[in-house]
Protein backbone atom coordinates (compact mmCIF):
# COMPACT_ATOMS: atom_id res chain seq x y z
CA UNK A 1 0.00 0.00 0.00
CA UNK A 2 3.16 1.84 1.03
CA UNK A 3 4.29 1.94 -2.57
CA UNK A 4 1.20 2.41 -4.32
CA UNK A 5 0.60 5.26 -2.65
CA UNK A 6 3.80 6.85 -3.45
CA UNK A 7 3.37 6.15 -6.87
CA UNK A 8 0.10 8.13 -6.60
CA UNK A 9 2.07 11.16 -4.93
CA UNK A 10 4.40 10.90 -8.00
CA UNK A 11 1.99 11.11 -10.31
CA UNK A 12 0.11 13.90 -8.50
CA UNK A 13 3.42 16.27 -8.37
CA UNK A 14 4.13 15.06 -11.94
CA UNK A 15 0.75 16.16 -12.97
CA UNK A 16 1.30 19.57 -11.15
CA UNK A 17 4.52 19.92 -12.82
CA UNK A 18 2.44 19.39 -16.20
CA UNK A 19 0.20 22.23 -15.14
CA UNK A 20 2.70 24.51 -13.54
CA UNK A 21 3.02 27.70 -15.49
CA UNK A 22 6.16 28.19 -17.34
CA UNK A 23 8.90 30.04 -16.00
CA UNK A 24 8.95 33.37 -17.14
CA UNK A 25 11.53 34.33 -20.23
CA UNK A 26 13.92 37.18 -19.10
CA UNK A 27 16.43 38.63 -21.55
CA UNK A 28 19.32 40.13 -18.97
CA UNK A 29 20.87 42.32 -22.04
CA UNK A 30 17.52 44.26 -22.66
CA UNK A 31 17.73 47.86 -22.17
CA UNK A 32 15.36 49.12 -19.35
CA UNK A 33 11.89 51.22 -20.32
CA UNK A 34 9.99 53.35 -18.30
CA UNK A 35 6.57 53.75 -19.68
CA UNK A 36 5.02 57.47 -18.89
CA UNK A 37 0.97 57.43 -19.42
CA UNK A 38 -1.45 60.47 -21.18
CA UNK A 39 -4.21 61.91 -19.47
CA UNK A 40 -6.68 60.24 -17.36
CA UNK A 41 -4.22 57.13 -17.60
CA UNK A 42 -2.79 57.14 -13.87
CA UNK A 43 -4.71 55.45 -10.92
CA UNK A 44 -5.22 57.78 -8.27
CA UNK A 45 -5.37 57.47 -4.68
CA UNK A 46 -7.31 59.77 -2.08
CA UNK A 47 -5.17 60.16 1.07
CA UNK A 48 -7.09 61.23 4.07
CA UNK A 49 -4.38 63.33 5.87
CA UNK A 50 -5.97 62.88 9.47
CA UNK A 51 -6.00 59.18 9.44
CA UNK A 52 -3.30 58.09 6.86
CA UNK A 53 -6.32 56.20 4.93
CA UNK A 54 -5.90 55.71 1.10
CA UNK A 55 -8.77 54.78 -1.39
CA UNK A 56 -9.38 54.52 -5.32
CA UNK A 57 -11.25 57.67 -6.65
CA UNK A 58 -9.69 57.13 -10.10
CA UNK A 59 -10.80 54.78 -11.78
CA UNK A 60 -14.17 53.08 -9.67
CA UNK A 61 -17.87 52.26 -10.60
CA UNK A 62 -19.10 51.54 -6.94
CA UNK A 63 -19.95 55.27 -6.09
CA UNK A 64 -17.52 56.11 -8.48
CA UNK A 65 -19.39 59.74 -9.29
CA UNK A 66 -19.75 60.85 -5.80
CA UNK A 67 -16.15 60.30 -4.81
CA UNK A 68 -14.96 61.73 -7.82
CA UNK A 69 -16.83 64.79 -6.85
CA UNK A 70 -15.46 64.72 -3.18
CA UNK A 71 -11.92 63.71 -3.56
CA UNK A 72 -10.99 65.05 -7.05
CA UNK A 73 -12.92 68.15 -7.87
CA UNK A 74 -10.29 71.17 -7.33
CA UNK A 75 -9.01 74.47 -7.70
CA UNK A 76 -5.85 76.10 -9.25
CA UNK A 77 -3.36 77.70 -6.98
CA UNK A 78 -1.81 80.35 -9.35
CA UNK A 79 1.37 81.06 -6.69
CA UNK A 80 2.29 77.33 -6.81
CA UNK A 81 0.81 76.05 -10.11
CA UNK A 82 -0.68 73.34 -8.46
CA UNK A 83 -4.39 72.25 -8.47
CA UNK A 84 -5.81 71.71 -5.33
CA UNK A 85 -8.50 69.39 -4.00
CA UNK A 86 -11.54 71.41 -2.26
CA UNK A 87 -11.56 69.06 0.63
CA UNK A 88 -8.42 70.21 2.65
CA UNK A 89 -7.87 67.03 4.38
CA UNK A 90 -7.46 64.86 1.40
CA UNK A 91 -4.14 64.94 -1.21
CA UNK A 92 -4.23 62.92 -4.14
CA UNK A 93 -1.20 60.14 -5.07
CA UNK A 94 -0.68 57.85 -7.57
CA UNK A 95 0.61 54.72 -6.14
CA UNK A 96 3.58 52.85 -6.88
CA UNK A 97 3.01 49.29 -6.95
CA UNK A 98 4.48 47.18 -9.28
CA UNK A 99 7.13 49.93 -9.50
CA UNK A 100 4.87 51.78 -11.34
CA UNK A 101 3.16 49.84 -13.42
CA UNK A 102 0.24 48.50 -11.24
CA UNK A 103 -1.76 51.88 -11.46
CA UNK A 104 -1.18 52.16 -15.42
CA UNK A 105 -2.06 48.57 -16.21
CA UNK A 106 -6.08 48.69 -15.97
CA UNK A 107 -7.42 51.21 -14.06
CA UNK A 108 -9.89 49.73 -12.41
CA UNK A 109 -8.64 46.39 -11.06
CA UNK A 110 -12.28 44.93 -9.48
CA UNK A 111 -13.99 45.96 -12.99
CA UNK A 112 -15.45 43.04 -14.26
CA UNK A 113 -17.72 43.63 -16.87
CA UNK A 114 -16.17 45.51 -19.52
CA UNK A 115 -12.82 45.71 -18.15
CA UNK A 116 -11.43 46.34 -21.46
CA UNK A 117 -12.65 49.89 -21.08
CA UNK A 118 -10.51 50.73 -18.21
CA UNK A 119 -7.30 48.62 -19.85
CA UNK A 120 -4.57 51.07 -20.56
CA UNK A 121 -1.25 49.56 -20.79
CA UNK A 122 -2.03 45.77 -20.22
CA UNK A 123 -2.02 44.67 -23.37
CA UNK A 124 1.72 46.28 -23.69
CA UNK A 125 2.79 45.11 -20.56
CA UNK A 126 2.23 41.52 -21.15
CA UNK A 127 3.56 41.74 -24.53
CA UNK A 128 7.03 43.02 -23.45
CA UNK A 129 7.05 40.75 -20.88
CA UNK A 130 6.92 38.01 -23.17
CA UNK A 131 9.84 39.60 -25.19
CA UNK A 132 11.97 39.40 -21.84
CA UNK A 133 11.24 42.06 -19.93
CA UNK A 134 10.64 41.87 -16.48
CA UNK A 135 8.51 44.00 -13.91
CA UNK A 136 11.11 45.78 -11.50
CA UNK A 137 14.29 44.93 -13.42
CA UNK A 138 13.69 46.27 -17.30
CA UNK A 139 9.91 47.57 -16.88
CA UNK A 140 8.95 50.37 -15.10
CA UNK A 141 5.92 52.67 -14.88
CA UNK A 142 5.52 56.82 -14.35
CA UNK A 143 2.70 57.38 -12.95
CA UNK A 144 1.23 60.53 -11.78
CA UNK A 145 -1.32 63.27 -11.30
CA UNK A 146 -2.41 64.02 -14.15
CA UNK A 147 -5.03 66.93 -13.07
CA UNK A 148 -1.65 68.63 -12.94
CA UNK A 149 0.49 70.59 -15.13
CA UNK A 150 2.67 68.98 -17.36
CA UNK A 151 5.50 71.45 -15.84
CA UNK A 152 4.64 70.74 -12.56
CA UNK A 153 8.17 70.89 -10.09
CA UNK A 154 6.81 68.51 -7.80
CA UNK A 155 6.52 66.23 -10.97
CA UNK A 156 9.82 67.15 -12.96
CA UNK A 157 11.50 66.16 -9.59
CA UNK A 158 9.66 62.92 -9.21
CA UNK A 159 10.77 61.93 -12.67
CA UNK A 160 14.26 62.84 -12.38
CA UNK A 161 14.29 60.52 -9.28
CA UNK A 162 12.87 57.76 -11.08
CA UNK A 163 15.34 58.02 -14.10
CA UNK A 164 17.76 58.17 -11.96
CA UNK A 165 16.71 55.29 -9.97
CA UNK A 166 16.40 53.09 -12.72
CA UNK A 167 19.77 54.05 -13.96
CA UNK A 168 21.98 52.98 -10.61
CA UNK A 169 19.07 49.43 -10.47
CA UNK A 170 20.23 48.54 -13.76
CA UNK A 171 23.74 49.34 -13.38
CA UNK A 172 23.90 52.26 -15.55
CA UNK A 173 22.16 51.19 -18.41
CA UNK A 174 20.50 53.99 -19.89
CA UNK A 175 16.26 54.19 -20.69
CA UNK A 176 13.86 53.66 -22.97
CA UNK A 177 11.37 55.65 -22.46
CA UNK A 178 7.80 55.01 -23.70
CA UNK A 179 5.35 57.86 -23.71
CA UNK A 180 1.10 57.67 -24.71
CA UNK A 181 -0.74 61.10 -25.53
CA UNK A 182 0.10 63.67 -23.24
CA UNK A 183 3.13 61.94 -21.06
CA UNK A 184 4.97 63.05 -24.33
CA UNK A 185 3.82 66.54 -23.65
CA UNK A 186 5.30 65.99 -19.66
CA UNK A 187 8.95 64.24 -20.96
CA UNK A 188 9.16 67.03 -23.45
CA UNK A 189 8.93 69.70 -20.62
CA UNK A 190 11.39 68.01 -18.72
CA UNK A 191 13.50 67.12 -21.51
CA UNK A 192 13.26 71.35 -21.83
CA UNK A 193 13.88 72.18 -18.36
CA UNK A 194 16.38 69.45 -17.78
CA UNK A 195 18.11 68.51 -20.84
CA UNK A 196 21.73 67.33 -18.96
CA UNK A 197 19.47 64.74 -17.07
CA UNK A 198 17.61 63.63 -19.57
CA UNK A 199 20.81 63.57 -21.98
CA UNK A 200 22.63 61.33 -19.02
CA UNK A 201 19.70 58.65 -18.58
CA UNK A 202 17.76 58.15 -21.34
CA UNK A 203 18.70 56.41 -24.59
CA UNK A 204 15.68 56.95 -26.69
CA UNK A 205 12.05 58.09 -26.28
CA UNK A 206 9.21 56.71 -28.29
CA UNK A 207 6.45 59.25 -28.10
CA UNK A 208 2.26 57.25 -29.25
CA UNK A 209 -0.12 59.37 -30.41
CA UNK A 210 1.31 62.83 -28.73
CA UNK A 211 -0.49 65.83 -29.30
CA UNK A 212 2.49 67.92 -29.74
CA UNK A 213 0.62 70.79 -31.23
CA UNK A 214 -2.67 70.13 -29.06
CA UNK A 215 -5.74 68.41 -29.54
CA UNK A 216 -7.84 71.66 -30.66
CA UNK A 217 -11.52 69.85 -31.25
CA UNK A 218 -11.37 67.59 -28.38
CA UNK A 219 -10.33 70.65 -26.00
CA UNK A 220 -12.51 72.92 -27.11
CA UNK A 221 -15.56 70.44 -26.55
CA UNK A 222 -14.05 69.90 -23.23
CA UNK A 223 -14.11 73.13 -22.07
CA UNK A 224 -17.34 73.92 -22.92
CA UNK A 225 -18.91 70.32 -22.40
CA UNK A 226 -17.15 68.38 -20.72
CA UNK A 227 -15.86 64.70 -21.76
CA UNK A 228 -17.04 61.05 -21.38
CA UNK A 229 -13.95 58.49 -20.54
CA UNK A 230 -16.04 56.00 -21.52
CA UNK A 231 -18.58 55.64 -24.20
CA UNK A 232 -21.60 53.34 -24.59
CA UNK A 233 -24.09 51.86 -21.72
CA UNK A 234 -20.85 52.16 -19.36
CA UNK A 235 -21.11 55.70 -18.99
CA UNK A 236 -24.69 54.96 -16.47
CA UNK A 237 -21.97 53.68 -14.29
CA UNK A 238 -19.23 55.91 -14.12
CA UNK A 239 -18.28 59.58 -13.74
CA UNK A 240 -21.07 61.96 -15.48
CA UNK A 241 -20.07 64.31 -18.40
CA UNK A 242 -20.97 67.04 -16.66
CA UNK A 243 -18.61 65.94 -13.44
CA UNK A 244 -15.51 65.78 -15.48
CA UNK A 245 -16.84 69.18 -17.01
CA UNK A 246 -16.10 70.72 -13.59
CA UNK A 247 -13.11 69.28 -12.86
CA UNK A 248 -10.78 69.50 -16.05
CA UNK A 249 -11.91 73.27 -15.81
CA UNK A 250 -9.55 73.56 -13.01
CA UNK A 251 -6.76 71.34 -14.50
CA UNK A 252 -3.77 73.15 -16.24
CA UNK A 253 -3.31 69.68 -18.30
CA UNK A 254 -6.33 70.45 -20.22
CA UNK A 255 -5.33 74.06 -20.80
CA UNK A 256 -1.92 72.62 -22.26
CA UNK A 257 -4.01 70.61 -24.84
CA UNK A 258 -5.18 73.49 -26.50
CA UNK A 259 -4.25 74.00 -29.80
CA UNK A 260 -0.55 76.03 -30.25
CA UNK A 261 -1.84 79.18 -31.81
CA UNK A 262 1.80 79.74 -33.20
CA UNK A 263 1.67 76.44 -35.67
CA UNK A 264 0.91 76.66 -38.95
CA UNK A 265 -1.95 74.54 -39.48
CA UNK A 266 -2.81 72.84 -42.49
CA UNK A 267 -6.59 72.83 -41.56
CA UNK A 268 -6.85 75.88 -39.07
CA UNK A 269 -8.94 74.80 -35.91
CA UNK A 270 -11.87 76.90 -35.18
CA UNK A 271 -15.10 77.65 -33.12
CA UNK A 272 -18.18 78.13 -35.13
CA UNK A 273 -21.48 79.16 -33.69
CA UNK A 274 -24.79 79.98 -35.55
CA UNK A 275 -25.90 83.17 -33.63
CA UNK A 276 -29.57 84.20 -33.52
CA UNK A 277 -29.90 87.44 -34.77
CA UNK A 278 -32.89 89.77 -34.80
CA UNK A 279 -33.69 93.12 -36.67
CA UNK A 280 -35.09 96.27 -35.64
CA UNK A 281 -38.55 95.11 -36.74
CA UNK A 282 -38.22 91.80 -33.99
CA UNK A 283 -37.40 89.27 -37.31
CA UNK A 284 -34.84 86.90 -36.45
CA UNK A 285 -32.01 85.12 -38.49
CA UNK A 286 -29.11 82.91 -37.83
CA UNK A 287 -25.88 84.07 -38.58
CA UNK A 288 -22.69 81.85 -38.87
CA UNK A 289 -19.54 83.05 -37.03
CA UNK A 290 -16.07 82.29 -36.76
CA UNK A 291 -13.54 82.23 -34.50
CA UNK A 292 -9.92 81.36 -34.20
CA UNK A 293 -8.20 79.61 -31.49
CA UNK A 294 -7.03 82.94 -29.96
CA UNK A 295 -10.27 84.56 -30.54
CA UNK A 296 -12.12 81.53 -29.10
CA UNK A 297 -10.99 82.57 -25.59
CA UNK A 298 -13.60 85.34 -25.80
CA UNK A 299 -16.62 82.65 -26.13
CA UNK A 300 -15.13 80.06 -23.40
CA UNK A 301 -15.00 82.97 -20.73
CA UNK A 302 -18.63 84.34 -21.96
CA UNK A 303 -20.02 80.94 -22.08
CA UNK A 304 -18.41 79.77 -18.84
CA UNK A 305 -19.62 83.48 -17.13
CA UNK A 306 -22.41 81.62 -14.49
CA UNK A 307 -20.60 78.07 -14.13
CA UNK A 308 -20.49 77.16 -10.80
CA UNK A 309 -20.90 73.75 -8.49
CA UNK A 310 -22.00 73.34 -5.16
CA UNK A 311 -19.53 71.62 -2.74
CA UNK A 312 -20.32 70.93 0.82
CA UNK A 313 -22.97 72.92 0.86
CA UNK A 314 -21.45 75.98 -0.71
CA UNK A 315 -22.03 77.05 -4.21
CA UNK A 316 -18.63 77.95 -5.51
CA UNK A 317 -18.11 79.74 -8.78
CA UNK A 318 -16.06 78.17 -11.57
CA UNK A 319 -15.67 80.25 -15.22
CA UNK A 320 -13.30 79.90 -17.58
CA UNK A 321 -9.97 80.47 -15.60
CA UNK A 322 -7.20 82.71 -17.64
CA UNK A 323 -4.59 82.58 -14.77
CA UNK A 324 -5.01 78.71 -15.68
CA UNK A 325 -4.53 79.64 -19.39
CA UNK A 326 -1.88 82.20 -18.84
CA UNK A 327 0.22 79.21 -16.66
CA UNK A 328 -0.91 76.86 -20.02
CA UNK A 329 0.81 79.68 -22.71
CA UNK A 330 3.94 79.30 -20.04
CA UNK A 331 3.98 75.61 -20.57
CA UNK A 332 3.79 75.93 -24.68
CA UNK A 333 7.07 78.08 -24.43
CA UNK A 334 8.72 75.80 -23.01
CA UNK A 335 7.62 72.91 -25.26
CA UNK A 336 8.60 74.99 -28.57
CA UNK A 337 11.66 75.16 -26.72
CA UNK A 338 12.34 72.00 -26.16
CA UNK A 339 15.52 70.28 -28.23
CA UNK A 340 16.48 66.85 -28.35
CA UNK A 341 19.79 66.16 -26.78
CA UNK A 342 22.18 64.78 -29.71
CA UNK A 343 22.76 61.53 -28.10
CA UNK A 344 19.11 60.40 -27.64
CA UNK A 345 16.99 58.89 -30.27
CA UNK A 346 13.91 59.60 -30.70
CA UNK A 347 10.95 58.04 -32.34
CA UNK A 348 7.12 59.57 -32.97
CA UNK A 349 4.29 56.77 -33.92
CA UNK A 350 0.98 58.55 -35.10
CA UNK A 351 -2.32 57.43 -35.45
CA UNK A 352 -4.52 57.96 -38.92
CA UNK A 353 -7.52 57.05 -40.58
CA UNK A 354 -10.10 58.22 -37.71
CA UNK A 355 -12.27 61.09 -38.58
CA UNK A 356 -10.56 63.44 -35.85
CA UNK A 357 -12.59 66.80 -34.44
CA UNK A 358 -10.79 69.99 -35.41
CA UNK A 359 -13.36 72.62 -35.94
CA UNK A 360 -16.40 72.70 -33.46
CA UNK A 361 -19.66 74.00 -34.20
CA UNK A 362 -22.50 74.86 -32.32
CA UNK A 363 -26.05 75.77 -33.25
CA UNK A 364 -27.61 75.65 -37.13
CA UNK A 365 -29.58 77.11 -39.38
CA UNK A 366 -33.05 76.11 -37.99
CA UNK A 367 -31.62 76.13 -34.20
CA UNK A 368 -29.05 79.14 -33.92
CA UNK A 369 -27.85 80.25 -30.13
CA UNK A 370 -28.94 83.18 -28.58
CA UNK A 371 -26.90 83.06 -25.58
CA UNK A 372 -24.03 81.61 -25.43
CA UNK A 373 -24.35 80.50 -21.42
CA UNK A 374 -26.50 77.66 -23.58
CA UNK A 375 -22.86 76.46 -25.01
CA UNK A 376 -22.33 74.13 -22.12
CA UNK A 377 -25.79 72.44 -22.14
CA UNK A 378 -25.49 71.93 -26.76
CA UNK A 379 -24.02 69.13 -28.13
CA UNK A 380 -21.44 69.82 -30.63
CA UNK A 381 -20.62 68.69 -33.90
CA UNK A 382 -17.45 68.65 -35.82
CA UNK A 383 -15.34 69.51 -38.59
CA UNK A 384 -13.11 66.38 -38.39
CA UNK A 385 -9.78 65.51 -40.37
CA UNK A 386 -7.41 62.90 -40.52
CA UNK A 387 -5.81 61.45 -37.20
CA UNK A 388 -6.88 58.58 -34.22
CA UNK A 389 -10.12 60.53 -33.45
CA UNK A 390 -8.59 62.45 -30.64
CA UNK A 391 -5.24 64.00 -31.48
CA UNK A 392 -5.27 65.67 -35.72
CA UNK A 393 -2.43 63.35 -37.75
CA UNK A 394 -0.76 66.91 -38.21
CA UNK A 395 -0.62 67.50 -34.61
CA UNK A 396 1.05 64.15 -33.71
CA UNK A 397 3.59 64.56 -36.45
CA UNK A 398 4.59 68.40 -35.31
CA UNK A 399 6.98 67.02 -32.73
CA UNK A 400 9.61 69.62 -33.73
CA UNK A 401 12.50 67.31 -33.18
CA UNK A 402 15.34 65.35 -35.28
CA UNK A 403 13.18 62.06 -35.06
CA UNK A 404 14.98 58.75 -36.57
CA UNK A 405 11.66 57.33 -37.43
CA UNK A 406 8.02 58.83 -37.86
CA UNK A 407 5.22 55.92 -38.55
CA UNK A 408 1.22 56.19 -38.97
CA UNK A 409 -0.68 53.45 -37.99
CA UNK A 410 -4.40 53.77 -38.19
CA UNK A 411 -6.24 53.13 -35.15
CA UNK A 412 -8.04 54.91 -31.99
CA UNK A 413 -6.44 57.18 -29.98
CA UNK A 414 -6.20 54.44 -27.07
CA UNK A 415 -7.18 51.07 -28.66
CA UNK A 416 -3.49 51.69 -30.80
CA UNK A 417 -1.83 50.77 -27.79
CA UNK A 418 -3.26 47.16 -28.57
CA UNK A 419 -2.53 47.68 -32.05
CA UNK A 420 0.08 44.26 -33.29
CA UNK A 421 1.37 46.19 -35.80
CA UNK A 422 2.40 48.67 -32.92
CA UNK A 423 4.33 46.03 -31.15
CA UNK A 424 6.24 45.15 -33.58
CA UNK A 425 7.50 48.25 -34.20
CA UNK A 426 8.37 48.98 -30.84
CA UNK A 427 10.25 45.93 -30.30
CA UNK A 428 12.52 46.61 -33.17
CA UNK A 429 13.02 49.76 -31.87
CA UNK A 430 14.12 48.38 -28.61
CA UNK A 431 16.65 45.97 -30.05
CA UNK A 432 14.34 43.33 -28.47
CA UNK A 433 14.23 41.47 -31.66
CA UNK A 434 17.29 40.67 -32.38
CA UNK A 435 16.50 41.37 -36.50
CA UNK A 436 18.55 43.47 -37.99
CA UNK A 437 17.03 43.59 -41.12
CA UNK A 438 13.56 44.50 -40.16
CA UNK A 439 12.96 48.03 -41.17
CA UNK A 440 9.40 49.64 -39.85
CA UNK A 441 9.36 52.90 -42.18
CA UNK A 442 8.84 49.78 -45.33
CA UNK A 443 7.61 46.98 -43.78
CA UNK A 444 4.44 47.43 -43.09
CA UNK A 445 2.53 43.73 -43.49
CA UNK A 446 0.21 43.57 -40.35
CA UNK A 447 -1.09 39.74 -41.02
CA UNK A 448 -2.21 37.19 -44.39
CA UNK A 449 -5.59 36.85 -44.70
CA UNK A 450 -6.01 34.31 -47.15
CA UNK A 451 -3.45 31.94 -47.98
CA UNK A 452 -3.89 28.90 -50.45
CA UNK A 453 -1.34 26.33 -51.66
CA UNK A 454 -1.77 23.47 -54.22
CA UNK A 455 0.55 21.03 -55.86
CA UNK A 456 -0.53 18.16 -58.45
CA UNK A 457 0.94 16.06 -60.35
CA UNK A 458 0.46 15.85 -64.53
CA UNK A 459 1.42 13.37 -66.93
CA UNK A 460 5.20 13.54 -67.84
CA UNK A 461 6.78 14.35 -64.60
CA UNK A 462 5.19 17.72 -64.54
CA UNK A 463 4.16 19.07 -60.92
CA UNK A 464 2.31 22.22 -60.96
CA UNK A 465 2.11 24.03 -57.85
CA UNK A 466 -0.21 27.34 -57.70
CA UNK A 467 -0.26 29.70 -54.90
CA UNK A 468 -2.91 32.40 -53.35
CA UNK A 469 -2.02 34.96 -50.97
CA UNK A 470 -3.94 38.53 -49.69
CA UNK A 471 -2.33 40.37 -47.62
CA UNK A 472 -3.13 43.53 -45.43
CA UNK A 473 -0.80 46.29 -45.30
CA UNK A 474 -0.28 49.73 -43.75
CA UNK A 475 1.44 51.76 -45.84
CA UNK A 476 4.11 54.33 -44.21
CA UNK A 477 3.15 57.65 -45.83
CA UNK A 478 -1.12 57.93 -46.29
CA UNK A 479 -0.50 60.98 -48.15
CA UNK A 480 1.24 58.83 -51.39
CA UNK A 481 -1.07 55.98 -51.66
CA UNK A 482 -2.00 55.35 -54.86
CA UNK A 483 -6.18 55.79 -55.44
CA UNK A 484 -6.05 53.39 -58.25
CA UNK A 485 -5.53 49.39 -58.18
CA UNK A 486 -1.92 48.85 -59.42
CA UNK A 487 -1.14 45.63 -61.26
CA UNK A 488 1.91 43.76 -62.05
CA UNK A 489 3.70 40.19 -63.04
CA UNK A 490 7.19 38.99 -62.39
CA UNK A 491 8.65 35.32 -64.00
CA UNK A 492 11.75 33.43 -63.80
CA UNK A 493 13.25 30.04 -65.25
CA UNK A 494 15.89 28.02 -65.18
CA UNK A 495 16.85 24.88 -67.03
CA UNK A 496 19.57 22.31 -65.99
CA UNK A 497 22.74 22.46 -67.83
CA UNK A 498 22.31 19.00 -68.90
CA UNK A 499 18.99 19.68 -69.99
CA UNK A 500 17.01 17.24 -67.24
CA UNK A 501 15.30 19.54 -65.50
CA UNK A 502 13.61 23.01 -66.03
CA UNK A 503 11.46 25.16 -63.74
CA UNK A 504 9.50 27.86 -64.57
CA UNK A 505 7.37 30.35 -62.21
CA UNK A 506 5.18 33.35 -62.96
CA UNK A 507 3.44 35.67 -60.57
CA UNK A 508 1.49 38.58 -60.89
CA UNK A 509 -0.12 40.45 -58.17
CA UNK A 510 -2.81 43.44 -57.64
CA UNK A 511 -2.66 46.39 -54.80
CA UNK A 512 -5.69 48.20 -54.13
CA UNK A 513 -6.04 51.66 -52.99
CA UNK A 514 -6.28 52.70 -49.25
CA UNK A 515 -9.07 51.56 -47.23
CA UNK A 516 -9.84 52.27 -43.71
CA UNK A 517 -5.80 53.16 -43.40
CA UNK A 518 -5.13 49.87 -45.02
CA UNK A 519 -3.97 48.27 -48.54
CA UNK A 520 -4.95 44.64 -49.67
CA UNK A 521 -2.90 42.80 -52.24
CA UNK A 522 -3.86 39.81 -54.04
CA UNK A 523 -0.80 37.73 -54.85
CA UNK A 524 -1.32 34.45 -57.53
CA UNK A 525 1.63 32.51 -58.65
CA UNK A 526 1.81 29.18 -60.59
CA UNK A 527 5.26 27.06 -60.39
CA UNK A 528 6.10 24.28 -62.53
CA UNK A 529 8.78 21.71 -62.96
CA UNK A 530 9.77 19.28 -65.32
CA UNK A 531 12.35 16.69 -64.87
CA UNK A 532 14.17 16.70 -62.05
CA UNK A 533 12.76 17.61 -58.14
Known amino acids: MAVLLEDVVKAVEAWLKILKKPEPYIDPNLDPVLIVPGIAGSILNALNGENGKEERVWVRIWEADHEFRAKLWCKFDPASGKTLSLDPNTSIVAPQDRDGLYAIDCLDPDMI????????????????????????????????????????????????????????????????????SMGGLLVKCFMSLHSDIFEKYVKSWIAIAAPFQGAPGYVTSTLLNGMSFVTGWEEYFFVTKWSMHQLLIECPSIYELMACLDFEWEHDPLLQIWKKIEDDEGNSSAMLETFTPEEAVSIFTQALSQNELSFDGVDIPLPFNTAVLHWANKTREILSSAKLPSKVKFYNVYGTGLDTPQTVSYGSVDSPVSDLCELPLLDATYVNVDGDGTVPMESAKADGLDAEARVGIPGEHRGILKDKHLFRIVKHWLQADHDPFYNPVNDYVILPTLFELKRHQEKGGIEV??????????????????????????????????RSSAEEARATFVVHPQSNGKQRVELNAVGVTAGGA
Open 113 to 180: IARDSVCYFHEMINEMKSWGYQEGKTLFGFPYDFRQSNRLKETMDRLAERLEAIYTASGGKKINVITH
Open 465 to 498: TSLKEEWELVPGDQEDLNRQPVAGSISASRVAED
